[in-house]
């Protein structure tokens, strides 16, 4: 396993690491090697959502911004991500480090008066479209047979 230095405070250490890279999926192209390792693009990817910094601001230590958003998007159409999260919390689960504690917040929330749903008053609420064949006329001269 090659090794890459811990540059940032916040990138995988190697125990980490060993835990991760058996759960990626294998490379399947053929042809020449990538520039970049996977821990360093996956780094770059956990750099970009840790800080929310656009993905041309990614630290080229971590590799190129577009070989790292590229590898992000591919996961992220088929699914490989949602795996990845399963397969790690199965596994911290199963070494006992997640409670399943389930905390139900009971504040009350309230609304502002005007949200009550009382009468809007000085609003002019016509009943149907001018025009209308359904509406009747309001004044006397206007119905049929006045006159």
Known sequence: ???????????LTDTEWAALE??????????????????QLIDGIRWRTRVGAPWRDVPECYGSWS???????????????????????????????ITWDVSVDSSVARAHQHAAGARKRGICRPN????????????????????
């Open 1 to 11: 396993m090659a090794t890459v230095a811990v540059t940032r405070r916040h990138d």
């Open 128 to 147: 149907g479209r001018a025009g209308s064949r359904s509406s009747r006329p309001i004044t006397r001269w206007g119905g049929r047979g006045v006159g």
């Open 22 to 39: 058996p759960v990626l999926p294998a490379g399947r192209r053929p042809g020449r090697p990538s520039t970049w390792t996977k821990r």
């Open 67 to 97: 070989a790292a958003y590229a590898l992000f998007r591919r996961w992220q159409r088929d699914g490989t991500w949602a795996k990845i999260l399963t397969v790690l919390q199965a596994l911290a689960d199963a070494a006992g480090r």
